[in-house]
């Protein structure tokens, strides 16, 4: 597009303090020649296929944890299945959905990848983002925020027990796929999740124009809530 510009540094970031050869806490811009400048740009299937060859480089060879969690054959499984995903042209956001996990399946809590700035100006300033926070506990999911138009709808403690038919089960797996943390605590993912439930949901599940929650109020009354 007219308004895009070719740089090369693919800005989506990798921040690690787990390198051997590179200096702690290293941001390492993967060298590739991307063009950007809107969100929504389509990426050929070379341009993907040459960054995720980079990436995938940068983490064997650096990476002085790529393997405590998960075997060699485990990675090389899930990176050989995430590239041949990498068969159709795709925007900056269908491209981090297929990295974000293996970042994740790694098992470090301070390696973690970023979008990019284009991108999250169009998904936090010009989107609906979930109006509500949440406090993950081994029963549920909780309201402790409503900051939505009507902030009365659903009430602080009010248990949530799904989000546009997404039951709390079924995000919890699928943010455990997503989630960066050390190994395979699950309780360190719940407390980083109350803090980013938000940003979690708009990036791997959707941004829609409303959300119906289905709530169990303080009264033990379930009913269907839309914000």
Known sequence: PATSH???LWPIR???MMLE??????VLFLLTKFSFGQADYKYSIASLQQDFKILRGALEESHAGIYWYRTKAEMDKAFDAAYQSLNH???????Y?????LISKIGCGHTWIAT????????WEDGKVLPLKLKFLENGAYCIQNNSIDSTSIQRGDQILSINNYSIDSLLTLSNQFSTGDGFI?????????????????????????????IK????????VVI
């Open 116 to 123: 990019t700035e284009t991108t999250q100006k169009k998904i």
């Open 186 to 214: 699950e309780v360190g993912k719940w407390r980083l999740l109350d803090n980013v439930f938000n940003q979690f949901f708009t990036l791997f599940v959707g941004q829609p124009n409303e959300y119906p929650i289905e």
């Open 21 to 26: 050869k590179l200096t702690l806490s290293l």
């Open 6 to 8: 070719t740089k090369t």
């Open 14 to 16: 990798l921040k690690t």
């Open 97 to 101: 959905r297929i990295i974000a996990p």
């Open 217 to 224: 109020n303080g009264d033990g009354q379930i009913k269907e």
């Open 89 to 95: 042209e795709m925007t900056e956001l269908e491209y």
